[in-house]
T-cell receptor
């Protein structure tokens, strides 16, 4: 079935370093969403990308949607300890797959101060 | 604060017990979901309800039995569970039906279940 692959599984960075997580699909995506789950918490919606090549920013977070709408990335500039958690992408493959929202496995981010 | 409330937050049950997880959404959404989150595994969609009708059951064992009496409430009835069923069970809701592209999912805080 359709899958959304997310890499890396885990990243441990020094505070102040940048961080990027990638989401890839073999299927063209209608849109992609990003969620953050703090340790012990629940996933919280961050943003949605819809257009090919779209770039959106939220303070130190930059989200990109690939030109072919098959991949996306989340980049955090100058990480802080408040950034720790698991970042999930969730994508809606094109209509022939029923428009189900498929979650990636998540990237666990740890920030060392 | 989330608009999706789950109780209990923590539950320990024996393999012969019967218990239920409860979820209520205060967002006026039409769709509700149960997800299972285990350590080192992706979020697993279990059940989907749209306008209180079940639209999806992702091959979930019958020891998990959902109930959706109305669009705001969702239950997960548990009986004769196994230790490997221990996980975080997340309830979620969305405004639109699951078939609508770009549907944003709002999660509850989850119920941590331990089966002993």
């Amino acid at each position: 079935g359709q899958q959304v692959m997310q890499i890396p599984q885990y990243q441990h960075v020094q505070e102040g370093e940048d961080f990027t997580t990638y989401c890839n699909s073999s299927t063209t995506l209608s849109n992609i969403q990003w969620y953050k789950q703090r340790p012990g918490g629940h996933p919280v919606f961050l943003i949605q990308l819809v257009k090919s090549g779209e770039v959106k920013k939220q303070k130190r977070l930059t989200f990109q949607f690939g030109e072919a709408k098959k991949n996306s990335s989340l980049h955090i500039t100058a990480t802080q300890t408040t950034d720790v958690g698991t970042y999930f992408c969730a994508a809606t493959p094109r209509r022939e797959y029923g428009n189900k929202l498929v979650f990636g496995a998540g990237t666990i981010l740890r920030v060392k101060s | 604060e989330t608009g999706v409330t789950q109780t209990p937050r923590h539950l320990v049950m024996g393999m012969t017990n019967k218990k239920s997880l409860k979820c209520e959404q205060h967002l006026g959404h039409n769709a509700m979901y149960w997800y299972k989150q285990s350590a080192k595994k992706p979020l697993e969609l279990m059940f989907v309800y749209n306008f209180k009708e079940q639209t999806e059951n992702n091959s979930v064992p019958s020891r998990f039995s959902p109930e959706c009496p109305n669009s705001s409430h969702l239950f997960l009835h548990l009986h004769t569970l196994q230790p490997e069923d221990s996980a975080l069970y997340l309830c979620a809701s969305s405004q639109d039906s699951p078939g609508v592209a770009g549907n944003t999912i709002y999660f509850g805080e989850g119920s941590w279940l331990t089966v002993v």
